[in-house]
């Protein structure tokens, strides 16, 4: 199986990492939905690593991990300035 380069591995790895922190913090399951398509979105992602040979696909989940974690920090920020 081909591994992915360091730079996609890290951005998997912090956009899996989000997505657990939004997940514990979602206490009121306001984001429930969009978090549970994340999810779906990232184990995709997760179990397609071998395909990372093709450059079509690796770039665009480069651009869906961005997508993301950019959506990810915001849902954080709001999460945690309504705490």
């Known amino acids: 199986m ?3 380069d360091p ?4 951005l998997f790895e ?7 922190r ?7 399951l306001s984001n429930s939905l969009e978090i549970s398509q994340m999810d779906e979105t990232y184990r995709t992602i997760k179990n397609s690593k071998w395909v990372m040979g093709s ?4 770039d665009r989940t480069i ?5 993301m ?3 990810l920090v915001t849902m954080m920020e709001n999460l945690l300035y309504t705490a």
């Not at 730079?7 to 890290?10: A, K, L, T, W």
């Open 7 to 10: 730079y996609v591995e890290q």
């Open 2 to 4: 081909k591994q992915m």
């Open 22 to 28: 939004v997940r514990m913090y979602d206490r009121e």
């Open 63 to 67: 651009l869906k991990l961005q997508q």
């Open 14 to 20: 912090a956009t899996g990492d989000l997505l657990y």
């Open 69 to 71: 974690k950019f959506r």
């Open 55 to 58: 450059e079509l696909l690796r």
